[in-house]
Antibody, heavy 116, light 110 residues
Framework: QVQLQESGPGLVKPSETLSLTCAVSGYSISSGYYWGWIRQPPGKGLELIGSVYHTGGTFYNPSLRSRVTISVDTSRNQFSLNLSSVTAADTAVYYC?????????WGQGILVTVSS | QSALTQPPSASGSPGQSVTISCTGTSSDVGNYNYVSWYQQHPGKAPELVIYEVSKRPSGVPDRFSGSKSGNTASLTVSGLQAEDEADYYCSSYAGNNNYVFGTGTKVTVL
């Protein structure tokens, strides 16, 4: 059973960089899957931020592309999200998930608030 | 890339059926059989209930079924139970490794 766990700061100041890590257990990242980041602003719907393949290939949502970096660390079996120049609009629950043709395994999510 | 369109709410009594629509375009729902559905209870992460239009993951009751016609996909929950009350989101592959989500539907069991 694949398990994912997000970690990182729950509070980020405006204009700074949001950095999150997703630790994967029960499965080796190197074995396959795409690995995705999805976010959900309070009371709103889901949005794909981007995804990364175990070889390092990435996809970024065009609306966030200029601010997003997603990377994979196969030695630590984890992948990471960096979102730069954040504003209050980036306040959301951030989820990591496995991605094939669908998102089948999800982390529990982490609330990140952007505020000074 | 616009979100897929879902009705904001749907409801039914216990034992009844409810169907949720998910309307996209010929660039996403209409072009790929990679539509999936997620159930989300308050404060919880989404859970996959249907993938590739009509396939059910192991452990998901057969009360959940999916279909697609043209640019619109649908999720039907038959024999509604209290625990089915949740938000439901559709998602579709949109090409070039991009996936788009629906606007979400709140299902209420009356």
């Amino acid at each position: 059973q694949v398990q994912l766990q997000e970690s990182g700061p729950g509070l980020v100041k405006p204009s700074e960089t949001l950095s999150l890590t997703c630790a994967v257990s029960g499965y080796s990242i190197s074995s396959g899957y795409y690995w995705g980041w999805i976010r959900q602003p309070p009371g709103k719907g889901l949005e794909l931020i981007g995804s990364v393949y175990h070889t390092g290939g990435t996809f970024y949502n065009p609306s966030l592309r200029s601010r997003v970096t997603i990377s994979v660390d196969t030695s630590r079996n984890q992948f990471s999200l960096n979102l730069s120049s954040v504003t209050a609009a980036d306040t959301a629950v951030y989820y990591c998930a496995t991605l094939l043709t669908h998102f089948d395994y999800w982390g529990q999510g982490i609330l990140v608030t952007v505020s000074s | 890339q616009s979100a897929l369109t879902q009705p904001p709410s749907a409801s039914g009594s216990p034992g009844q059926s409810v169907t949720i629509s998910c309307t996209g375009t010929s660039s996403d729902v209409g072009n790929y059989n990679y539509v999936s559905w997620y159930q989300q209870h308050p404060g919880k992460a989404p859970e996959l209930v249907i993938y590739e239009v009509s396939k059910r993951p192991s452990g998901v009751p057969d009360r959940f079924s999916g279909s697609k016609s043209g640019n619109t996909a649908s999720l039907t929950v038959s024999g509604l139970q209290a625990e089915d009350e949740a938000d439901y989101y559709c998602s579709s592959y949109a090409g070039n490794n991009n996936y788009v989500f629906g606007t979400g539907t709140k299902v209420t069991v009356l």
